[in-house]
């Protein structure tokens, strides 16, 4: 189990951090720690493999999703946003739902793992003469969508019945 550094210290930032208009906040704290999280676990190893760069910002206000408070999200830039962004991907954190839940900085970063695990890469694929073709980076989803108390009340079926034997023994991150 990698560990991460204990002496790094996220502050969640309040309403008043962001500019008057502003709905993100540039935060050197979180890339440090998504950089040192990156750097500890070989399931993210392919954004430094690959050269990926990421962006970590604070996201004034989250939304929600279905009902559920959105608490961050993993973006590919494209289009309009890749024309003014110099990252191959956006992460954001929710800092009002981060704030009212009190969350910790290992708490953050479990999100961040999280939000990482987005990221992924295509290799190029090999044309008729055998040459292959450039990848690239590309937003991957989850290997499970579940219920909390899915598997608990009907088991592992189909697609899951591997993957939970597999996945859900997971150590913390470690802080």
Same mark, same amino acid.
């Given at each position: 189990? +990698?560990?991460i550094?204990?002496?790094m210290?996220?502050?969640?930032p309040e309403?008043?951090d962001?500019?008057l @208009?502003?709905?993100y906040? !540039?935060?050197?704290?979180?890339? !440090?720690?998504?950089?040192?999280?990156?750097?500890k676990y070989?399931a993210?190893?392919?954004?430094?493999r %690959?050269?990926?760069?990421?962006a970590?910002?604070?996201?004034?206000?989250?939304?929600?999703?279905?009902?559920q =408070?959105?608490f961050?999200?993993c973006?590919k830039t494209?289009? $309009?946003?890749?024309h003014?962004?110099?990252?191959?991907?956006?992460?954001?954190?929710a800092?009002?739902h981060?704030?009212?839940?009190?969350w910790t900085?290992d708490q953050?970063a479990?999100q961040?793992? %999280? $939000? +990482?695990? %987005?990221?992924?890469?295509?290799?190029?694929?090999? @044309? +008729? @003469?055998?040459i292959?073709?450039?990848?690239?980076a590309? $937003?991957?989803? =989850?290997d499970l969508k579940?219920?909390?108390?899915?598997?608990?009340?009907t088991?592992?079926? @189909?697609?899951?019945?591997?993957r939970v034997?597999a996945?859900?023994?997971? =150590?913390?991150?470690g802080?």
């Amino acid at each position: 189990m +990698a560990v991460i550094d204990r002496s790094m210290y996220v502050r969640i930032p309040e309403d008043g951090d962001f500019d008057l @208009d502003g709905d993100y906040l !540039d935060d050197d704290a979180l890339g !440090d720690l998504l950089s040192d999280i990156v750097g500890k676990y070989q399931a993210l190893d392919v954004i430094e493999r %690959h050269g990926i760069s990421v962006a970590v910002l604070w996201k004034k206000k989250g939304g929600k999703s279905q009902g559920q =408070p959105t608490f961050g999200k993993c973006q590919k830039t494209s289009g $309009l946003l890749a024309h003014y962004c110099q990252s191959d991907f956006v992460i954001w954190l929710a800092a009002d739902h981060i704030k009212v839940r009190e969350w910790t900085t290992d708490q953050v970063a479990k999100q961040l793992y %999280h $939000l +990482a695990r %987005h990221i992924g890469w295509e290799e190029g694929e090999e @044309d +008729a @003469d055998g040459i292959v073709g450039e990848g690239k980076a590309i $937003l991957v989803g =989850p290997d499970l969508k579940l219920f909390v108390g899915e598997i608990a009340d009907t088991g592992a079926w @189909d697609q899951m019945r591997n993957r939970v034997a597999a996945d859900f023994e997971q =150590p913390g991150l470690g802080l």
